[in-house]
């Protein structure tokens, strides 16, 4: 059965999800490495997974808000910097993978396309692809170093991997079209 302030939750990041992303990218500067909506599902989780311990909630917008507030604050005292890709890193391994899939391709053109790709890809994003796929760190060992829950890690790097394919299509399709 859910509670009553699950519920107003709920109903308040159903219908205002939109204006706490706006919110949120006003707040936070761009040396930051997260985005609005991992901040806000952070937020969210936190929340509904404590909802049962809180004193009724009256003011579900002032409670969201300052808890979002809160955040962003201890985000922006962590003062995490990243870290440039490094030119040595092992795309070529990534990359013969994705060959095998394009045999037109060439392993250094490849490499290349793929170093660009992921140099593209928001901080964030960047991070936990080169943390997960290239440094080989499980998502419990970047949780520890960085705080971030390891849920949100791993959506984190879902969607990279989804972007990541879709830049690598185009850059593909650009060469085949050059080559023609």
């Known amino acids: 059965m859910e509670s009553e302030n699950s519920k107003k939750l709920k109903d308040f990041f159903g219908r205002e999800y939109q204006s706490l992303k706006i919110y949120v990218n ?3 500067s761009d040396t930051t490495n997260r985005d609005a909506e991992d901040i806000i599902q952070d937020v969210a989780l936190k929340l509904f997974s404590g909802a049962d311990r809180y004193a009724p909630i009256n003011n579900v917008a ?28 092992p795309l070529v391994d990534i990359s013969d993978t994705l060959q095998q899939s394009n045999e037109n391709y060439m392993s250094e053109e490849m490499s290349s396309v793929l170093k660009t790709c992921i140099e593209t890809l928001k901080p964030a994003y960047r991070d936990i692809i080169l943390a997960v796929d290239f440094e080989g760190y499980s998502y419990s060992e970047i949780s520890k170093e960085t705080g971030i829950p390891e849920g949100t890690l791993m959506s984190r790097r879902h969607r990279a991997i989804g972007i990541l394919y879709k830049k690598i299509e185009i850059e593909i399709n650009k060469h085949k079209t050059n080559k023609s």
């Open 26 to 28: 006003a707040k936070i």
């Open 62 to 89: 002032g409670f969201v808000y300052r808890s979002i507030r809160n955040k962003i604050v201890d985000i922006m005292r962590s003062g995490k910097k990243t870290e440039p890709i490094d030119t040595d890193s």
